[in-house]
């Protein structure tokens, strides 16, 4: 199973993609890990990337997710993917993909973005949200509890629970 979180800074994709990775034992890809070069910039300058700058990294991204497949039978990624067209390219290539929106209150994603020791700063947070482009397919979980979202998404992806021991 591929399942591909997404969302805005500071939503909790990485924190809630580590957790279900670590109780169920699947592999997690944040692919933040394969930011380009020439991308650091754009953060850094508080701009958001070119649409063509997006599809190098998303094509990349896609690559990586193909070789983490080959590697393991589930697969969970964390990336903001705040495009639309990304996500239908990556769906192209991955059509099995379970594709849910994290997401949060802005005060909380605010919070969040502030405690962080990263490029991402708030003000850059609010324009990568302006940019985020939702559909009405989406599936979403609201991330302000974690072990709450957990349960959220396994019920949305149909998983069985795990015995107590």
């Avoid at 591909?4 to 933040?32: M, N, P, Q, V």
């Avoid at 701009?47 to 080959?70: M, N, S």
């Amino acid at each position: 199973m591929l399942v591909i979180l997404y969302g805005t800074s500071g939503a909790g994709k990485s924190t809630l993609g580590a957790r279900l990775s670590e109780k169920r034992g699947w592999h997690f890809y944040d692919a933040d890990e394969h930011v380009l070069p020439n991308m650091q910039p754009y953060i850094a300058a508080r701009k958001t990337f070119p649409q063509a700058l997006r599809d190098r990294y998303y094509a990349l991204v896609g690559d990586h997710i193909a070789a983490k497949l080959e590697q393991h039978e589930h697969v969970v990624v964390a990336q903001a993917m705040i495009k639309q067209s990304n996500r239908l390219d990556l769906l192209r290539r991955f059509p099995k993909a379970r594709f849910v929106a994290v997401t949060a209150a802005p005060q909380v994603i605010d919070r969040r973005v502030r405690l962080r020791a990263n490029m991402v700063t708030t003000e850059y947070a609010k324009k990568v949200l302006a940019e985020f482009e939702r559909t009405e397919s989406d599936h979403e979980i609201q991330n302000v509890d974690l072990e709450q979202a957990l349960l959220a998404l396994e019920s949305l992806l149909e998983l069985p629970a795990i015995p107590t021991r």
